[in-house]
Structure formats: C-alpha cells, structure tokens
C-alpha cells in the first residue's frame, strides 16, 4: 500500500450504497478502504471490488482458523479483490505462514494484528503482542495491527519489529485515539471508521484527520 495521507477507512456501514457514496467521497484523502464482517455480511464479497474501483481495500476477516482453512478463506478474499487480509497471529506460525503464502501468490498484503485497541483487548493480547509481533517480523508480513489507543505500546511494537514492516492502527476518535500521538509513537496509517462514515461530512473529517496525520 502506497503512503500518501496515511490513512485508512474503516467502512463499517452495511449497506452498499452507503459505502460508495462515502467511498467516492472520501477516495482523495485514504489511502485504502477497510472492509469487514458487518459490510461483508450485509452485501455479500462483491463489495471488495466495488470499493477497490476507489481505493485498495484491506478486508478484515480477523482470520484465526487451522492452516488449510486460513488458506481457504485468504484465497477467496484475494481472489474477490483485496489487496490485504488483516489475521490473527495467536493461532500460531503455520496458520500465519499458510495466510502469508497466499498473499504473495497475489502480491498482496497480510497485516497480524498483534494487541486490540478496546479496553478489554489488553488483558489477553498484552501478553502476547511482542511474540506475535516478533512472528509477524520473522515470517514476513506486511505489517502489524496495533492499539492507537494506547501510543506507548505501538512505540515499544514498533521496537520489536523495526522500521521494515507497517504498523496500521485503529482506536482513533472514537474509542478516544489521537491521530498525531499514535503517527509520532509509529504508526504509518490510522484506520478510522466511526468518525468518518457517522460525519455530517465525511470528506472534511477525513482532510482534517489527514491534517492531524501531518504527512
Ligand atoms: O472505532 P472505529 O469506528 O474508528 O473503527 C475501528 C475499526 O478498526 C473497526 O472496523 C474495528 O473492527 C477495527 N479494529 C479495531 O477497532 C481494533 C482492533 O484492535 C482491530 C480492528
């Protein structure tokens, strides 16, 4: 994915219509679409290439399964038009190695998430989030999913992994994220949903986050 605003879309609306009416809004100040079960679940795959008319779309299947099945299911979301998968690292090295295969048979992008954002997401990720993060490195991922709620863990993630791989990060205005705090400690993208997709104006919301970005 190409750094230009830094960032992300979250576009958890679940009604087609909705989403690419925000989608051509938006398209100039995000640097890709994210997509997942809610969008998905409503209006079927095909929403991944209809947003990909607009910006490269990141699905966000959480995928958390056994190899053979993770390697299913990053094959159909690939072969639907995304450009990036985000999965979960704690099922171990094989289920990521499986996704990450996939992925470079389509040159595409495979992000782990390593901590969640909520509060509750601490109290099980936490403890896991540098070897997670250490397996994203080591198996060649594109990047990692880590907390703008908490900047101080995305700079000590950031830490594990070097400047090699990404660091995406959800938590920004609506769970209480600060776009400049989470860029400064190491992010390369924030993702945003809520405070986008529920704005009175979406593209201005968008321009002043890109603003707050400060790329
Ligand atoms: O809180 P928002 O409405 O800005 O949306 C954040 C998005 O990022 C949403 O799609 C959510 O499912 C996703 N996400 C997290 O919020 C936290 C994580 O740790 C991982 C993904």
Known sequence: MERNT?????????????????????????????????????????????????????????????????????????????SGVIVHGFTG???????????????????????????????????????IASMAYEFGATGIVAPATRPERVKHLRSIIGDGLSIISPGVGAQGGKASDVIEAGANWIIVGRSIYNSENPKETAMELVTGIGI
């Open 6 to 82: 830094g960032l992300i879309v979250a576009m958890d609306v679940t009604r087609m219509d909705s989403a690419v009416e925000i989608a051509s809004e938006v398209a100039e100040c995000v640097d890709a679409i994210k997509v997942g079960y809610p969008l998905v679940l409503s209006e079927g795959l095909s929403v991944i290439s209809r947003l990909a008319d607009y910006a490269p779309v990141i699905a966000d299947f959480k995928v958390a399964d056994i190899p053979n099945t993770d390697e299913l299911i990053c094959e159909q979301v690939f072969k639907a038009g995304a």
């Open 93 to 131: 090295e094989d289920s990521l190695k499986a996704c990450i295969d996939v992925a470079r048979r389509y040159d595409g992008d495979i992000y782990v998430v390593s901590e969640m954002s909520h509060p509750g997401g601490a109290k099980y990720f936490q403890p896991i989030a540098d070897e």
